[in-house]
């Protein structure tokens, strides 16, 4: 079995005894575009894409990243995300996407002169990989479980498509021009899940013309204190009321001990989009991101299930000059802190830095 993983250097946690003991087991591993300050802004290039694929065969493409987190492990505050599972022809397509990406200039492999000898790789082993098998999603019966659980449909069409990252000073953005070919053809609603809202002009002409049209735009994404982020906060709350007054509806999730991470378009209840697309300046301009777009009436309706229970933890953003207004009724330490963050951000730092969010 050949086993080849790509990470985004700006968020390798993995330790260094751990990757030498997965390249000493064969297990080839690059990084995408590992950081140098001589970089200076190039260093915010980030490979955003999620995806496996096993066999050219089987692929799941969404939100998720390999992170406690995402998993609901530990006493976190958790991401609510979404991915979809599919086989057939279509996983080897999976396959020359990834292909594309492996070979990608902005990619190098790590390479470790030391081997580590069997003392030492059983000590990696110890301290990194006994707790694997307490892990609820790894133990053989939840697998079976889960497998048993999923529902499989032969959908009449599924459309993979991904960015290419030619070098650091151009990425071949696919995703953004097709998400705009789907908004300029959509004749009567667009519902769309997303953690951040900062709109490129492209995207923000595109959804103003939509709903001139009389298109039902309706987007969910992170509340005051269901998001991650303290510099999307301050440029989302400069902007939202004006998104608003434009006819643009707008929820915001309140999830409780979850932050929003679905990145899911749905065009005309007829065809649902999902990947690591976020609604933002990075996923339009700058990432490599992946999605995938299927048209097919069982999958769309059980995404606009799951958008609607999302839905159903959110409330709909009015405009207030105080945003978010009264803290969002949240009125404790936690949101006081948070708030006036967002506030020291939004004068400062945050509007410099707006193309790079």
Not at 173 to 193: C, V
Not at 205 to 218: F, I, M
Not at 338 to 353: D, G, N
Request: hydrophobic share 40%; charged share 25%.
């Amino acid at each position: 079995m050949h086993v080849r993983i790509i990470i985004d250097a700006l968020n390798n946690h993995i330790p260094k005894e751990v990757t030498n003991f997965m390249h000493n087991k064969g297990i080839r591993i690059k990084i995408f575009n590992a950081f140098s300050l001589k970089k200076k802004l190039k260093n915010v290039i980030r490979m955003h894409a999620k995806i496996l694929v096993s066999d050219r065969l089987r692929c799941i493409i969404g939100g998720r990243n390999i992170v406690n987190t995402y998993f609901y492990i530990g006493d976190q505050t958790n991401f609510k995300d979404r991915e979809i599972y599919f086989t057939g022809r279509s996983g080897k397509y999976a396959g020359d996407k990834f292909e594309e990406l492996w070979y990608s200039a902005l990619l190098d492999e790590l390479v470790f002169d030391k081997v580590l000898t069997n003392e030492q790789n059983l000590k990696v082993i110890n301290s990194y990989f006994n707790d694997l098998k307490t892990m609820p999603f790894l133990q053989d019966d939840k697998i079976n479980t889960a497998l048993k659980s999923m529902k499989y449909s032969n959908v009449s069409s599924l459309e993979i498509t991904m960015d290419r990252p030619h070098s650091y000073k151009y990425t071949e953005k696919n995703t953004t021009r097709l998400i705009i070919e789907k908004i300029n053809a959509t004749t009567s609603d667009i519902l769309i899940e997303s953690p951040y809202v900062i709109l490129s002009e492209e995207i923000f002409t595109a959804l103003l013309k939509a709903v001139h049209r009389g298109v039902k735009v309706q987007i969910i994404t992170n509340s005051m204190m269901t998001s991650d982020s303290y510099l999307v906060l301050p440029v989302y709350y400069q902007e939202r009321d004006y998104l608003i007054n434009l006819g643009i509806d707008i929820y915001e999730f309140q999830g409780i001990d979850q932050y929003l991470h679905t990145k899911m378009f749905i065009f005309d209840h007829n065809e649902v989009v999902l990947g690591s697309y976020n609604l933002d300046m990075l996923s339009a301009n700058i990432n490599t991101e992946i999605f995938v777009s299927i048209k097919d009436s069982e999958v769309v309706k059980e995404s606009i299930k799951y958008y609607s229970e999302t839905l159903a933890q959110s409330i709909f953003a009015k405009v207030n000059p105080i945003k978010p207004a009264i803290l969002e009724g949240k009125i404790n330490l936690k949101s006081i802190k948070k708030y006036s963050v967002i506030k020291l951000l939004e004068y400062t730092l945050a509007p410099y830095l707006r193309d790079y969010l």
